[in-house]
Each structure stands twice: as structure tokens, then as C-alpha cells.
């Protein structure tokens, strides 16, 4: 019975050894899913905006979408999508942001959409500095709105880089946090390689900001969008979205503070330049 007894625990911890190994080298599939898939297609998005290329710091040649603003005083909005899409699942946003009169550009990673290179978070961190120096040379205003592993894009760039406004949908107070919840049974602290630890990182931004997410988004709890509403200084607002989730945030509702919010700030720099 004895021998028994150690035959299934040495199993076990065999198992548990495999999975933990297994977990450990695959993570960069489960934060990056889509890397090295080409770009999805959207007609509009293609006809309203131009393929532009950039260098990032370290020698990649990325290719992401940009529509300039119409005039000098308008924003831009840099949008960073989430690690299950590439910058086509942003569009509907973009073109409701090029209908309103602001300027587009839609980030898009290393790996991602044909790109060249690896996911890995200081690479995305690379790619944003990329597309902010792109935006920043075209445009005097620039805002930043990120999704789901965006936000950690975005709010890594905001701590940086002069900013405008800073939106954040969806978003987490690090990667390590929803890992940890999910892979309970494993030490995912002591594992993960890419952190995104946007909790840390809040409180250093003094942009306007605006934080909006789903009351039922099962991927990311709604309680990390509290942590970092209250931990960040400033001018700041949150949204909670009755009975959206992780994917559908926008058409729930999000919109309808997202332009409102972008629309103030604009009215509150014309004020004050009149």
C-alpha cells in the first residue's frame, strides 16, 4: 500500500513538474497568440488610411496605419490593440475617430500583422516609442488609447512621452496579476518573463485619463480597473460598462465617453488659445 501511495505522489509531482515546465516556454504563445499571422482585411479601413513604415530603436522596419488629422490643431490617437487581434480589429474605432475630425495612427507590433520579429514586452514598449516619434512629427497633440495588452503598451508609453490624453480599455494592473488568477497552481510570480506592470507605473502619468471597461469582461476582473482609476493622480474618470465584456466594451457603451472625453479636451485647449 505504502509503495503504492509514493507511486502516485511521485506521479503526480512528475505531472505537476511537466506542467509547470510546459507552462513556463509556452507563455509566450498565451500572451502573443496571433504572432506571425498575417494582417486581417478591412476595406474601409485600408481605403480611409496609408500604410506607413518606421524604424524602431532596435532595426525593425514595422508597418502600421496612419490617417493625418485635418488640421494642425486636431489630435492624433495612437491606438494599441490586444494580443488576440491585430490593428484591423481597432478600425472600427479609428474610423469613428477619423469621422470626428481626429488624426489615426494604428500601432501595430513586432510579429504582428507580417511584421517582422518576436512579441516580448520590452520589443512592444520599442514598437510604441516607434509609432510615437511617427505621430509626434505630424502632429503638435497626441493621445493614447490602449486595449487589453494595450493598455500596458499604452500606459509604459505615457509614463515616457508627452501625451495629451491617456484611454485605457479593458485594462490590467499587470499581466502577472491575470496570470496568477488563472494558473493558480502554479508560482506564476516567480515564471512570467513579461510582466506590463501597469499599476506601478499609473500614478508617474499626469495626462488626462480615462479608464473604461465591462462589468462582465471574464478575461481581465473589473476590480483591476479600480486598482488603477484609484492609484492614478489627476485629472481622471472611469467607466463601468453594464453587461459588456472583454470584447464588445466599445459598442456597449465605451464609446460614448471615449469621444465625449476626447472632444473636452479639445474644447478646454481651444479655450484656452482663444
Known amino acids: 500500500m505504502r509503495e503504492v501511495l509514493w507511486f502516485l505522489l511521485a506521479a503526480i509531482a512528475l505531472c505537476y513538474a511537466f506542467a509547470l515546465a510546459a507552462l513556463y516556454w509556452l507563455q509566450g504563445r498565451l500572451v502573443y497568440p496571433l504572432e506571425q499571422i498575417e494582417a486581417f482585411k478591412n476595406a474601409e479601413l ?5 500604410a506607413v513604415s518606421m524604424r524602431t530603436e532596435d532595426g525593425l522596419d514595422l508597418t ?20 488576440g487581434e491585430d490593428l484591423a480589429q481597432r478600425g472600427h474605432i479609428a474610423l469613428e475617430m477619423i469621422e470626428a475630425g481626429y488624426g489615426v495612427l494604428l500601432a501595430e507590433y513586432r510579429g504582428y500583422g507580417g511584421n517582422p520579429g518576436t512579441p516580448r514586452e520590452a520589443g512592444l514598449y520599442a ?6 516619434a511617427y505621430a509626434a512629427a505630424r502632429s503638435k497633440h497626441i493621445a493614447v488609447h490602449g486595449y487589453s495588452l494595450g493598455s500596458g503598451v499604452a500606459v509604459e508609453l505615457a509614463s515616457e512621452a508627452k501625451i495629451a490624453a491617456l484611454m ?6 499587470s499581466i502577472v496579476d491575470v496570470a496568477a488568477k488563472r494558473f493558480w497552481l502554479f508560482p506564476v510570480r516567480l515564471l512570467a518573463r ?12 499626469d495626462a488626462p485619463l480615462l479608464i473604461y471597461g465591462g462589468t462582465k469582461d471574464g478575461v481581465i476582473p473589473p476590480e ?14 472611469i467607466a463601468l460598462i453594464e453587461d459588456a465584456d472583454h470584447l ?3 459598442t456597449k457603451g465605451g464609446r460614448d465617453h471615449v469621444m465625449p472625453f476626447l472632444a473636452s479636451l479639445q474644447a478646454t485647449r481651444d479655450a484656452m488659445q482663444a
Open 46 to 50: 485600408e481605403e480611409r488610411t496609408e
Open 64 to 83: 502600421m496605419r496612419y490617417k493625418a488629422p485635418p488640421n494642425e490643431a486636431a489630435p492624433t490617437v495612437i491606438l494599441f490593440h490586444g494580443n
Open 127 to 132: 514598437d510604441a516609442r516607434a509609432a510615437y
Open 168 to 173: 485605457l480599455e479593458a485594462p490590467f494592473t
Open 194 to 205: 513579461d510582466r506590463y506592470e501597469s499599476l506601478s507605473k499609473i500614478a508617474s502619468i
Open 224 to 237: 483591476h480597473f479600480q486598482r488603477l482609476f484609484d492609484t492614478a493622480r489627476g485629472d481622471k474618470r
Open 248 to 250: 464588445d466594451v466599445w
